[in-house]
């Protein structure tokens, strides 16, 4: 099994549509999770860190249910430009911290 | 707009020869990392630099692979020899991290990695 597996899609949308995310971590000792983007034979970026708490930037919002092992990413009103592969990523702390990142979700927002 | 350039963009060898890839950081950024990506195991960590020493090389397969920072400026990932297996896109990535302070992951920056293919 892997530290963190996604979905991994495709997920096809129309334009306006909320489309969701899901992911889980195995371990449990995991303290911060993240976002990130990655276009097609680009590189990955950051979207956005996940708080305990919840946050939301724009349409973006992020979730974390530590009881659960379960991270959450929802766009709202999805627009084209938001068509990617969505990696979920994990922050396995120690010694030397070290990102676990998901395979990925792939995103394609139909017009 | 600082960014971290990585060379070749592409290279394509053949099994048995030697592959090295160049990172040079954002500057002033002192800390480096490299991954691998596949479509099977998506992103790995090979290993990784604060202030060019060696931090974590746990994912790294020892034989052959082997990392380096000759100066603040520059990182290389080399492999000898290489295998049609070690076909992959290859990312490095840079950080700042005061000293005194744990490496945030977050605040990684990528560069557009190398697209190596191995016959």
């Known amino acids: 099994r892997k530290e963190v597996e996604q979905d991994p899609g495709p997920f096809n949308v129309p334009e306006g549509a909320t489309v969701a995310f899901n992911c889980t971590y195995s371990n449990s000792a995991s303290q911060s999770f993240f976002w990130y983007r990655q276009d097609c034979r680009k590189e990955p970026k950051l979207l956005m860190s996940?708080?305990?708490s919840g946050n939301e930037d724009g349409r973006f919002t992020a979730q974390l249910n530590r009881a659960s092992q379960y991270i959450s990413l929802l766009i709202r009103d999805s627009k084209l430009s938001d068509s990617a592969t969505y990696l979920c990523v994990v922050n396995r702390e120690g010694a030397t911290n070290k990102l676990i990142f998901g395979t990925g979700t792939l995103l394609a927002v139909q017009p | 707009d600082a960014r971290v350039t990585q060379t070749p963009r592409h290279k394509v060898t053949e099994m048995g020869q030697e592959v090295t890839m160049r990172c040079q950081p954002i500057l002033g950024h002192n800390t480096v990392f490299w991954y691998r990506q596949t479509m099977m195991q998506g992103l790995e960590l090979l290993a990784y630099?604060?202030?060019?020493?060696?931090?974590?090389d746990s994912g790294m397969p020892k034989d052959r692979f082997s990392a380096e920072m000759p100066d603040a400026t520059l990182a290389t990932l080399k492999i000898q020899p290489s295998e049609p297996r070690d076909s992959a896109v290859y990312f490095c990535?840079?950080?700042?991290?005061?000293?005194?302070?744990?490496?945030?992951?977050?605040?990684?920056?990528f560069g557009p990695g190398t697209r190596l293919t191995v016959l």
């Open positions: 990535a840079s950080g700042l991290v005061p000293d005194g302070q744990t490496v945030r992951m977050d605040t990684q920056y």
């Open positions: 996940v708080y305990s």
């Open positions: 630099f604060r202030n060019r020493a060696p931090l974590d």
